[in-house]
């Protein structure tokens, strides 16, 4: 912004239209870098994922979201209207010129609509009508934009025109994100997965509508991931090979294994019950900080309800032999309680209290009174939550009045 600023003088904002175009270069500007921001909050950059965790980066991802667009989209108004003041047109005559005698416009108006577009199937309640394949496909085209725009803002930037190391300065943020998408999205997966070569053995119905997925792999052992993180999976056969989706581990790597557990909830989750054994699958991660590692106890309450429960036993099976552990499991029917009995192993081999609610919301209810009768010591204990969003935040919020700190709650949701 200092650069625009520094660009413009008394007689620039006096001049018809002078208060317009610098509007215009403001906006402009600020958009542009905003966009780069989102780019490397997606770019899946390990030391970054790691410490904030990609559900974070997701949520500021959205929140800043709609904001470049609005930017955008007033930088194009107000810089039309300035120089239709200064050359004394209407505002069509010089979108006009702008678009057929500017170089590189056309193309940044189309990049634009490619964001708009995209921007309008991020609203939540548009978001909710879409399958996950549609949303990550429309999303593809974010890099379309965003190459379609770069060449207008280096060649017509007014910031730039008389200012080269800016300008090489600029260019080079943004082949940093270019590399950054490329490398830690691309390239790393698939060194990775050509090291790792993941085929499935075998889909095992745990209980009706829930099927583990046991793969095997080479040198498996060198795979660092802790309890409760997630992978994109991406199953490679007719249907499946084109779309990734989040599912986190539901048992630590014991090679050259490896499990996930899947609740059939149409689309995706549906089709991998009819995998076949022998399938290759390409896997990108591990992501995620819904770990142990966040702890800063020694006292540990474990709360899930539905497929939540499966990262919720791979933390436990993570967790350190010293951490008291209570785990509390919710399930309208003993068919929800996924992985029970593995569940039970776990907290008995450790000496932990396991409670298992059963039973409808109304009748058996997981409130403020229950949650402090089935444990106690909850506000001086690290608390992890995982099941449906629903379930999630109302669990956060009932644990934060019981006295959970901020920096003790731990909750992780694998949402487009």
């Known amino acids: 912004m200092a650069l625009v600023l520094i660009n413009e003088t008394s007689g620039s904002l006096a001049s018809p239209g002078g208060w317009y175009t610098v509007a215009g270069r403001l906006t402009g500007f600020l958009g542009s870098y905003l966009m780069l921001i989102m780019v490397f909050l997606i770019a899946r950059i390990p030391w970054l994922e790691r410490a904030v965790g990609q559900d974070q980066l997701v949520r500021w991802h959205r929140r800043i979201g709609g904001w470049p667009i609005v930017l955008i989209a007033l930088h194009i108004v107000f810089v039309t209207l300035g120089y239709s003041k200064v050359d004394g047109v209407s505002w069509v005559k010089q979108m006009n010129t702008f678009i057929f005698h500017y170089p590189d416009i056309l193309a940044s108006l ?39 725009a770069f060449a207008h803002q280096v060649v017509t930037g007014y910031a730039f025109l008389h200012h080269p190391l800016a300008k090489s300065f600029w260019i080079a943020l943004w082949a940093l994100g270019a590399i950054s998408i490329a490398a830690f999205r691309f390239a790393l997966p698939l060194l990775r997965n050509l090291r790792y070569q993941l085929r499935v053995v075998s889909v095992d119905e745990e209980v009706p509508g829930v099927f583990s997925i046991v793969l095997s792999g080479n040198r498996l052992s060198s795979l660092a991931v802790s309890g409760g993180q997630f992978f994109q999976w991406r199953f490679l056969t ?57 702890r800063v106890t020694n006292r540990v309450v474990l709360i899930g309800a539905g497929v939540g429960i499966t990262p919720l036993r791979a933390i436990l099976e993570d967790l350190p032999s010293n951490v008291h552990t ?61 099941g449906p969003a629903a379930f999630t935040d109302h669990m956060a919020n009932t644990v934060a009045r019981l006295g959970v700190a901020r920096e003790r709650l731990h909750s992780e949701v694998f949402a487009f």
């Open 110 to 148: 189309v990049g634009f609509a490619l964001l708009v577009m995209v921007g309008v199937t991020s609203y939540r309640t548009v978001r909710r009508r879409q399958a996950y394949e549609t949303w990550w496909v429309v999303h593809l085209y974010t890099y379309l934009a965003l190459a379609l």
């Open 238 to 294: 007719k249907g499946l090979w084109w779309q990734a989706h989040p599912y986190s581990l539901s048992a630590l790597p014991n090679p050259p294994f490896v499990r996930i557990t899947i609740k059939d909830l149409g689309d995706h989750s549906g089709s991998v019950a009819h995998l076949r054994p022998g399938t290759r699958v390409f896997a990108e991660g591990p992501y995620g900080t819904f770990t142990h590692h966040q």
């Open 326 to 386: 209570t785990v509390v499991t919710r399930g309208s029917a003993e068919n929800d309680l996924i992985h029970r009995e593995e569940i039970a192993a776990l907290v008995a081999q450790r000496g932990g209290v396991l409670h298992e609610l059963v039973g409808s919301r109304q009748r058996v209810k997981l409130d403020s009174a229950s949650i402090r009768r089935l444990v106690p010591q909850i506000s001086s204990s690290d608390v992890y939550i995982c």
